[in-house]
């Protein structure tokens, strides 16, 4: 199980941390990505972090912005969020993949946590 949390509201420019802890197995057998859904929109790729740690990708929109980290003695993934936009506003959700290779496709990640919402006014 995933619980994801630390969403809240922040002004523009902010700065907020999301974690998603997982519970029943370690993360070192998981890649892990952090997507997020707006309003009225399809859920969309944010980041992901392989299973060992040592590589991570971002979506274009928020490279240079945001930070997805893990903590496998933790069991926990996090997304650091800086220079927050009012287009960052969405429920974020964790998820974790068992494929073989790091992927951005929604559809490569079977277990996702239930969302946290970021609203981020202007």
């Known amino acids: 199980q995933l619980q994801a949390s630390g969403g809240g509201l922040v002004q523009a420019g902010g700065s907020l941390r999301l974690s998603c802890a997982a519970s029943?197995?370690?993360?070192?057998?998981?890649?892990m990505g952090w997507f997020r859904q707006a309003p009225g929109k399809e859920r969309e790729f944010v980041a992901r972090?392989?299973?060992?740690?040592?590589?991570?990708y971002y979506a274009d929109s928020v490279k240079g912005r945001f930070t997805i980290s893990i903590d496998n003695a933790k069991n926990t993934v996090y997304l650091q969020m800086n220079g927050l936009k009012p287009e960052d506003t969405a429920v974020y959700y964790c998820?974790?993949?068992?494929?073989?290779?790091?992927?951005?496709?929604?559809?490569?990640?079977?277990?996702w946590g239930q969302g946290t919402e970021v609203t981020v006014s202007s």
């Open positions: 029943g197995r370690t993360f070192s057998s998981y890649h």
């Open positions: 998820a974790a993949s068992t494929v073989a290779s790091p992927s951005s496709r929604i559809e490569r990640y079977a277990y």
């Open positions: 972090i392989s299973r060992s740690g040592s590589t991570a």
